[in-house]
């Protein structure tokens, strides 16, 4: 194991393991929060009248229901989210290669495995004439590769092996554990927000005529505390899928380049993978088939957004992707050192 691997692969395991931990206590506590907080506000809000809902809230209902849904969410994203993000961009399984191209993926996929020392993923085909590549899967031994058509059809053998080195890469440090993990707690957000939404919306309405008996009847109630908790509650549920997508964009940033990294040690040939970047960079159009909730996830932003090609506070917060000249440079620059050449290049035959 070289020093790189051993100073670097653990270390980003272990990171990405208590990272998962921290989103998953997150998570719950979150969704703990707004149910609770809930239960709260139509606690308040019934206190010396009748209940704005239809059962009388003693019992907090909503924050257990929500706490336990938080926890079911994370069991089935860990068991189903890579399957989720892959049927969300249309992918079709690889599993009878029939085109050349489609052989020299597979060949290729095979190559990189024995080089990465991991298991070989399945593979998966995204019907979409722009360049790009992801890897998703809970476990390194049942992990997924997927590759748009117009990878297939832009690069040589050489540029498709780094490409795919890049994705044994988050592979092997286990990134794809917790950006497929972040991919499907945006979704679920999204998804459960718009429950709470509909749910809030007709109780409002059961409960309306109801608040207004309870007021001509003289009944008060915590009025400021209920609007205070009422704001926070409804800030969180905006703010949340945001959040998630924020941490998501942040977390795929910081890993892109140690996955450069792993390509080039892979491969021992670093200017592949910056040949590759230089082609999929200059795609005319955006990858219409990924959406934002697992742009994270692809090896160069499938969105085109310009904040991914700018430095600073606002682009590490906000974009998915390092500028890709900066990665292309550094890949340059360990292609033009000595420590690959020397790798790279056959030994010496004896005279």
Same mark, same amino acid.
């Given at each position: 194991m070289s020093d790189f691997e051993g100073t670097n692969l653990?270390?980003?395991?272990?990171?990405?393991?208590?990272?998962?931990?921290?989103?998953? $206590? #997150?998570?719950? %506590?979150?969704?703990?929060?707004?149910?609770? /907080? &809930?239960?709260?506000? *139509?606690?308040?809000?019934?206190?010396?009248?009748?209940?704005?809902?239809?059962?009388?809230?003693?019992?907090?209902?909503?924050?257990?229901?929500?706490?336990? $849904? #938080?926890?079911? %969410?994370?069991?089935?994203?860990?068991?189903? /989210? &890579?399957?989720?993000? *892959?049927?969300?961009?249309?992918?079709?399984?690889?599993?009878?290669?029939?085109?050349?191209?489609?052989?020299?993926?597979?060949?290729?996929?095979?190559?990189? $495995?024995?080089?990465?020392?991991?298991?070989?993923?399945?593979?998966?085909?995204?019907?979409?004439?722009?360049?790009?590549?992801?890897?998703?899967?809970?476990?390194?031994?049942?992990?997924?590769?997927?590759?748009?058509?117009?990878?297939?059809?832009?690069?040589?053998?050489?540029?498709?092996?780094?490409?795919?080195?890049?994705?044994?890469?988050?592979?092997?440090?286990?990134?794809?554990?917790?950006?497929?993990?972040?991919?499907?707690?945006?979704?679920?957000?999204?998804?459960i927000r718009e429950g709470m939404g509909r749910f809030l919306f007709y109780g409002g309405r059961l409960g309306g005529s109801r608040s207004r008996d309870r007021d001509r009847d003289g009944g008060g109630g915590a009025g400021p505390l209920v609007i205070v908790l009422l704001v926070l509650w409804v800030i969180s549920w905006i703010l949340a899928p945001i959040v998630i997508n924020v941490l998501a964009m942040w977390v795929s940033r910081k890993r892109e380049y140690l996955a450069d990294a792993m390509s080039a040690q892979f491969t021992r040939n670093p200017l592949a993978l910056a040949s590759a970047l230089e082609k999929i960079e200059s795609a005319e159009a955006p990858t219409k088939s990924i959406k934002a909730g697992t742009a994270h996830l692809c090896i160069a932003d499938p969105l085109g957004r310009p904040l991914s090609n700018r430095q600073g506070r606002l682009a590490d917060a906000f974009a998915t992707h390092p500028p890709m000249a900066l990665r292309i440079a550094r890949l340059e620059a360990m292609g033009h050192g000595s420590a690959f050449r020397d790798a790279a290049s056959p030994p010496a035959q004896p005279a």
């Open positions: 653990f270390a980003q395991q272990e990171a990405n393991r208590r990272k998962s931990r921290w989103i998953v $206590a #997150a998570f719950i %506590l979150f969704f703990a929060w707004l149910g609770f /907080g &809930a239960d709260a506000i *139509l606690y308040f809000a019934s206190r010396g009248g009748r209940s704005p809902v239809p059962w009388q809230p003693g019992f907090p209902l909503i924050g257990v229901v929500l706490t336990a $849904a #938080a926890a079911m %969410l994370i069991y089935y994203t860990r068991r189903h /989210g &890579a399957e989720k993000v *892959l049927w969300a961009t249309g992918a079709a399984e690889l599993t009878d290669p029939r085109t050349d191209e489609e052989r020299r993926l597979a060949n290729v996929a095979d190559e990189m $495995a024995i080089a990465a020392g991991v298991s070989r993923p399945r593979l998966w085909l995204v019907n979409d004439p722009d360049p790009n590549a992801f890897a998703t899967g809970d476990d390194p031994a049942k992990s997924h590769i997927a590759v748009t058509t117009g990878l297939l059809g832009t690069l040589n053998r050489d540029e498709l092996q780094a490409v795919l080195a890049h994705e044994y890469g988050h592979i092997k440090n286990l990134d794809t554990q917790l950006m497929t993990f972040l991919a499907a707690l945006v979704g679920s957000v999204l998804l």
